[in-house]
Structure formats: structure tokens, C-alpha cells
């Protein structure tokens, strides 16, 4: 993967959030829970508000969940709504994980 697709996933904060949720699990996870757990990160409250869950299911679900399965980070299942992290997934974490000079991670920027 080269630094203009990495770019491309870590510029928008949803999509690194997808990652975040999906890392370390080894089972898929539902868009509904995926949106849930995004949404109360985004809010700060649990539950998050209904508004909130659903701008981030539809936001996930039309844009963000098949760009990342068009890049072959994530395996998106739109029929059944099932999101499972795929292997090339690792090479974007470890992006995310990168301090800069500054003190920053790339999640962070």
C-alpha cells in the first residue's frame, strides 16, 4: 500500500475509527453495532443519540464501508451488513500508530 492510499484512509476520521473498532477482533460486527459504537465515540454519550446512530450507519454504510472494501481493507458484506477487517488492514495501523516529529500520530492529524 503506498502513502497516497494510506492518505487516503486516514484523512477522514470515520474511516480510522472503522479500523480502530475492527482491530484485535476476530469476529465480523454487525454496520448496526459498528454505527453504535462510533456514534457514542463521536457524541460522548452511551447510548448515543438515535440521530447520531443513524447519520453514522448511513454515512458508513453508503460511503466509508465500500471504500475501504474497494481498497481491501475491510470485507464489507452489504447484504447482510457484516464488516470484518482484512490483512491489509495492517499496514494502515501501523500508520496510525507512527509518532511524527511533532508528537502526533497519524490518527491524531
Not at 6 to 19: C, D, G, K, P
Not at 30 to 42: F, G, V
Amino acid at each position: 500500500m503506498d502513502a497516497r492510499e494510506v492518505h487516503e484512509v486516514l484523512r477522514n476520521t470515520r474511516r480510522r475509527r472503522v479500523i480502530e473498532q475492527l482491530s484485535g477482533r476476530l469476529e465480523p460486527v454487525s454496520l448496526r453495532e459498528l454505527a453504535e459504537q462510533i456514534a457514542a465515540i463521536e457524541t460522548g454519550e452511551s447510548p448515543p443519540p438515535r440521530n447520531a446512530r443513524d447519520s453514522v450507519y448511513n454515512s458508513l454504510h453508503q460511503t466509508h464501508l465500500p471504500k475501504l472494501d474497494e481498497m481491501d481493507i475491510v470485507e464489507y458484506d452489504k447484504n447482510r451488513k457484516i464488516i470484518r477487517l482484512r490483512r491489509r488492514a495492517k499496514q494502515v495501523n501501523r500508520y496510525m500508530r507512527v509518532v511524527t516529529d511533532y508528537g502526533f500520530s497519524w490518527a491524531q492529524l
